[in-house]
């Protein structure tokens, strides 16, 4: 899992309750991803940083808002407008693309949200 | 937009033998392309990668992965599979003419039997 650590590893919330995931890398990676795993369906990129007080919007930011004020970290908020909060949730990190290179991200343990 | 198939959701396979995990993909650019594994409730751990040069990639743990270019396809491979290897396998493209956008595929579930 590298030098990515997520919290809680588990996390039960009543619906309605809005709840924020941490995650910290010490990686000196610039760029920061969050993720949505659900069964049968792979990795749905939520949000992406590629700079601290910068990110962009993925496939489904519905219902969620991050910030990134510090390089180290980049909070995921999960927020009662999110129909179907109940997921493994996966950060990553990466150094950020540029032209000729290739690079892959380095992702945390994850943290499992259960919403009743 | 780029995309990643992964058409089988489970593979099985017993120890000893080789193992092949598919994976097709689709971009309208230069690829590169990514295996990743999951153990259960963990986060993915990277295995290999393509960028350029040799279709064969040699990555961790005794796994290779063959880059067909007429073929689009990426496939994973292990010459003698072990127990251990059971796990979640995803393949992973991105456009190298793109953003930093990564495209991640379903996911196959490779099951190693004794």
């Known amino acids: 899992d590298g030098g990515i650590t997520q919290s809680p590893k588990y996390l039960f919330r009543k619906e309605g309750q809005n709840v924020t995931l941490s995650c910290e890398q010490n990686l000196n990676h610039d760029a920061m991803y969050w993720y949505r795993q659900d069964p049968g369906q792979g990795l749905r990129l939520i949000y992406y940083?590629?700079?601290?007080?910068?990110?962009q919007k993925g496939d489904i930011a519905e219902g969620y808002s991050v910030s990134r004020e510090k390089k180290e970290s980049f909070p995921l908020t999960v927020t009662s407008a999110q129909k179907n909060p109940t997921a493994f949730y996966l950060c990553a990190s990466s150094t950020v693309w540029t032209s000729g290179s290739a690079y892959e991200q380095y992702f945390g343990p994850g943290t499992r949200l259960t919403v009743t | 937009a780029q995309s990643v198939a992964q058409p089988e959701d489970q593979v099985n396979v017993a120890e000893g033998n080789p193992l092949t995990v598919k994976c097709t993909y689709s971009?309208?650019?230069?690829?590169?392309l990514f295996w990743y594994v999951q153990y259960p409730n963990r986060g993915l751990q990277f295995l290999l990668k393509?960028?350029?040069?040799?279709?064969l990639v040699k990555g961790s743990y005794g796994f290779e992965a063959e880059f067909n270019k007429s073929q689009t396809s990426f496939h994973l491979k292990k010459p003698s599979a072990l127990v251990s290897d059971s796990a979640l396998y995803f393949c992973a493209v991105r456009d190298m003419d793109n953003n930093n956008d990564m495209r991640f595929g379903a996911g196959t579930r490779l099951t190693v039997k004794p």
């Open positions: 393509y960028i350029t040069g040799d279709n």
């Open positions: 940083s590629q700079i601290v007080n910068d990110f």
């Open positions: 971009v309208s650019g230069n690829p590169y």
